[in-house]
């Protein structure tokens, strides 16, 4: 295996409608589960913190009588710890409970401490103590646009974060609301949608209110970040000042799927669904659509994938890994998930008849 | 069962028995029955508070941060579900036996 040792291997975790499936592997094609972890309780996010010497898995939980709450595992799931009063707890003065928590996502290497969360309603949250407790982001939540900001189908929660790993700018996305950016570690925000289309709006171009799905940052140009919307594919290179189309040369504008490659220029994938009327794959064929130079075109990749199939894939439930090459995991609401060490070229199937795959994280460890 | 002046016997310490579904059972040190202590009336929610405040994974299985009931946790007090008497502000007293019952909900 390229660029491997044999001290590293690879954690999978899928979270489902009904709970959490966890997978290791030496060569991420055959694959040890246990699970279900947290059986009858939808696990919407996912986090897998390597930093500090260990792997820490995060989850947010919910279940649809106890409510939510985060736990953490520092033993791949052999064992699970929550605080006793929550990870995250909205204060007093702000009237809000917590309804979901949509995103986990570890800060860079240079900040091992820190993890940040996306929630519903929508809210963003940094915790400084590897993911055991989480604070409020206040200038989010005090901002004028907040009363305009609406609930997309699944919620109105802050679904992305995406966190410079040396200066202190953020950008965060939010159904509806769309991209807002900080440049001063989150004290303060903007919206910053130009050029992404918001068409069921009566002004198609509003300041806010887009329907972002998912954004990514690309690893290797500052500035540049790509975006999949309530349809329509964008990039920006410019920090998110101005966004435009690259959508051109895919089978369809809608999905909710965008990932990054961690180290590669321009490399970004997709998962095309038609919409609106149909929220399926073009034709029932599955395939992930992989640009290589930052949306100028874009490649179909199907091999290993199903034909006839008619469920899609939802936002988080999709990852890449850090290996070379990259890894390229997804879920679909029908319950398989399927992985490709080769960067999308093939895939294969690691589990199917899962409960609606809601989440997919994958990680280069140690040991295991 | 002891009961307040019964005579030639201690004099127990009246309270309110609470009975846990057991899903939520080792939030509660494994107990399926907690009881307060109480010599009066008390709300629902202040029940609740004296029960869980040892057991604060459990407050949150039950209630969210703003003290809210969640939407499918039921709370029977003498066989009356809570929402249709005065919510977490109805008065239980001494004697009387709550249930915690999960909805059947979910798919």
Redesign the interface.
Same mark, same amino acid.
């Given at each position: 295996m390229v660029g491997m040792t044999t001290a590293e291997s690879f954690v999978l975790a899928i979270g489902t409608k009904k709970g959490l499936w966890l997978a290791t592997s030496q060569d991420r094609r055959e694959w040890s589960f246990t699970g279900p972890h947290f059986l009858m309780s939808e696990i919407p996010s996912i986090g897998i913190d390597t930093r500090n010497g260990r792997t820490r898995i995060m989850v947010g939980v919910r279940n649809e009588h106890w409510g939510p709450t985060v736990a953490h595992s520092d033993d791949l799931g052999a064992t699970w710890s929550e605080p006793e009063q929550g990870a995250i707890r909205f204060p007093e003065d702000t009237g809000a409970a917590l309804e979901r928590i949509w995103q986990i996502y570890p800060d860079a290497e240079s900040r091992p401490g820190v993890v940040w969360a996306g929630a519903e309603p929508i809210s963003v949250w940094k915790s400084t103590d590897g993911g055991e407790h989480f604070e409020l982001n206040r200038g989010l939540w005090d901002h004028p646009h907040r009363s305009e900001w609406g609930a997309g189908y699944g919620g109105a929660a802050a679904h992305s974060i995406v966190v410079h790993p040396a200066r202190e700018t953020v950008h965060v996305a939010m159904s509806t609301g769309g991209v807002y950016r900080s440049l001063d570690g989150g004290a303060s925000w903007e919206a910053r949608n130009r050029g992404i289309s918001a068409y069921f709006m009566p002004d198609p171009n509003p300041e806010f209110g887009q329907c972002v799905h998912k954004i990514a940052a690309d690893a290797a140009v500052d500035g540049r970040l790509y975006a999949q919307n309530h349809h329509g594919v964008y990039r920006t290179d410019d920090n998110a000042e101005t966004w435009n189309s690259i959508a051109e040369g895919l089978p369809a504008d809608f999905g909710f799927v965008m990932l990054t490659h961690p180290r590669r220029e321009g490399t970004a994938w997709v998962v095309p669904l038609k919409a609106d009327g149909e929220r399926i794959p073009p034709n029932g064929e599955l395939a992930v659509h992989r640009t290589d130079d930052a949306g100028g075109s874009w490649k179909r990749l199907s091999n290993g994938l199903p034909t006839g199939e008619y469920n899609s894939v939802l936002r988080d439930a999709a990852s890449v890994d850090t290996a070379e090459p990259a890894g390229v995991y997804f879920g679909t609401r029908g319950g398989n998930v399927y992985a490709s060490a080769d960067e999308g070229e093939t895939f294969t199937e690691v589990a199917a008849h899962l409960p609606d795959v809601l989440c997919v994280r994958a990680a280069v460890v140690a040991g295991a | 069962m002891a009961m307040a002046g019964d005579r030639g016997q201690a004099v127990p310490t009246p309270g309110i028995t609470v009975v846990l579904p057991s899903i939520?059972q080792p939030l509660a040190g494994g107990q399926s029955i907690l009881t307060a202590p109480a010599d009066r009336p008390v709300t629902v929610a202040e029940l609740l508070d004296a029960l869980t405040a040892d057991y #604060? !994974?459990l407050a /949150? /299985?039950?209630r969210?941060?703003?003290g #809210?009931l /969640?939407r499918? !946790?039921n709370i029977y007090v003498d066989g009356d579900e809570v929402r249709r008497l005065q919510g977490l502000e109805t008065e239980v007293s001494p004697g009387q036996e709550v249930l915690v019952i999960?909805?059947v909900?979910?798919g």
């Amino acid at each position: 295996m390229v660029g491997m040792t044999t001290a590293e291997s690879f954690v999978l975790a899928i979270g489902t409608k009904k709970g959490l499936w966890l997978a290791t592997s030496q060569d991420r094609r055959e694959w040890s589960f246990t699970g279900p972890h947290f059986l009858m309780s939808e696990i919407p996010s996912i986090g897998i913190d390597t930093r500090n010497g260990r792997t820490r898995i995060m989850v947010g939980v919910r279940n649809e009588h106890w409510g939510p709450t985060v736990a953490h595992s520092d033993d791949l799931g052999a064992t699970w710890s929550e605080p006793e009063q929550g990870a995250i707890r909205f204060p007093e003065d702000t009237g809000a409970a917590l309804e979901r928590i949509w995103q986990i996502y570890p800060d860079a290497e240079s900040r091992p401490g820190v993890v940040w969360a996306g929630a519903e309603p929508i809210s963003v949250w940094k915790s400084t103590d590897g993911g055991e407790h989480f604070e409020l982001n206040r200038g989010l939540w005090d901002h004028p646009h907040r009363s305009e900001w609406g609930a997309g189908y699944g919620g109105a929660a802050a679904h992305s974060i995406v966190v410079h790993p040396a200066r202190e700018t953020v950008h965060v996305a939010m159904s509806t609301g769309g991209v807002y950016r900080s440049l001063d570690g989150g004290a303060s925000w903007e919206a910053r949608n130009r050029g992404i289309s918001a068409y069921f709006m009566p002004d198609p171009n509003p300041e806010f209110g887009q329907c972002v799905h998912k954004i990514a940052a690309d690893a290797a140009v500052d500035g540049r970040l790509y975006a999949q919307n309530h349809h329509g594919v964008y990039r920006t290179d410019d920090n998110a000042e101005t966004w435009n189309s690259i959508a051109e040369g895919l089978p369809a504008d809608f999905g909710f799927v965008m990932l990054t490659h961690p180290r590669r220029e321009g490399t970004a994938w997709v998962v095309p669904l038609k919409a609106d009327g149909e929220r399926i794959p073009p034709n029932g064929e599955l395939a992930v659509h992989r640009t290589d130079d930052a949306g100028g075109s874009w490649k179909r990749l199907s091999n290993g994938l199903p034909t006839g199939e008619y469920n899609s894939v939802l936002r988080d439930a999709a990852s890449v890994d850090t290996a070379e090459p990259a890894g390229v995991y997804f879920g679909t609401r029908g319950g398989n998930v399927y992985a490709s060490a080769d960067e999308g070229e093939t895939f294969t199937e690691v589990a199917a008849h899962l409960p609606d795959v809601l989440c997919v994280r994958a990680a280069v460890v140690a040991g295991a | 069962m002891a009961m307040a002046g019964d005579r030639g016997q201690a004099v127990p310490t009246p309270g309110i028995t609470v009975v846990l579904p057991s899903i939520l059972q080792p939030l509660a040190g494994g107990q399926s029955i907690l009881t307060a202590p109480a010599d009066r009336p008390v709300t629902v929610a202040e029940l609740l508070d004296a029960l869980t405040a040892d057991y #604060a !994974v459990l407050a /949150r /299985r039950l209630r969210d941060e703003t003290g #809210a009931l /969640r939407r499918f !946790v039921n709370i029977y007090v003498d066989g009356d579900e809570v929402r249709r008497l005065q919510g977490l502000e109805t008065e239980v007293s001494p004697g009387q036996e709550v249930l915690v019952i999960q909805s059947v909900a979910g798919g």
